[in-house]
Nanobody, 122 residues
Framework: VQLQAFGGGLVQAGGFLRLPCATGRTSSNNAVGWFRQAPGKEREVVGSISWTGGRTYYSDSVKDRFTIDRDRTKNTVYLQMSSLKPEDTGIYYC?????????????????WGQGTLVTVSS
């Protein structure tokens, strides 16, 4: 199983990035979540999207700035990040849950991809 998040890089505060996550067929009928881990901190949930794309969840820290969407024909899920802040810096991971509904329950995420580093400069 190969999941891979792409698109990280260095961006100035207030900027924009869009991270694709290639999920392969693992995401079929399953929700996909995005997580991040800042230096010296624990991994945290960023958000999650249902299999159909009709339901999403976002953490309070990114709500109204980040958007998750998916293209099921390409087996790809996207994390669109705007109004970036230095505190958004970290390694961003995507993961596939077991089940079609978005979830913050870590135990539901079975497949994890390699992360991509996002650095937001002030």
């Amino acid at each position: 199983v190969q999941l891979q998040a792409f698109g990280g890089g260095l961006v100035q505060a207030g900027g924009f990035l869009r991270l694709p996550c290639a999920t392969g067929r693992t995401s079929s009928n399953n929700a996909v979540g995005w997580f991040r881990q800042a230096p010296g901190k624990e991994r945290e949930v960023v958000g999650s999207i249902s299999w159909t794309g009709g339901r999403t969840y976002y953490s309070d820290s990114v709500k109204d700035r980040f958007t998750i969407d998916r293209d099921r024909t390409k087996n790809t899920v996207y994390l669109q990040m705007s109004s970036l802040k230095p505190e958004d810096t970290g390694i961003y991971y995507c993961a596939v849950a077991l089940g079609p509904q978005p979830t913050t329950d870590w135990s539901r995420y079975r497949y994890w991809g390699q992360g991509t580093l996002v650095t937001v400069s002030s």
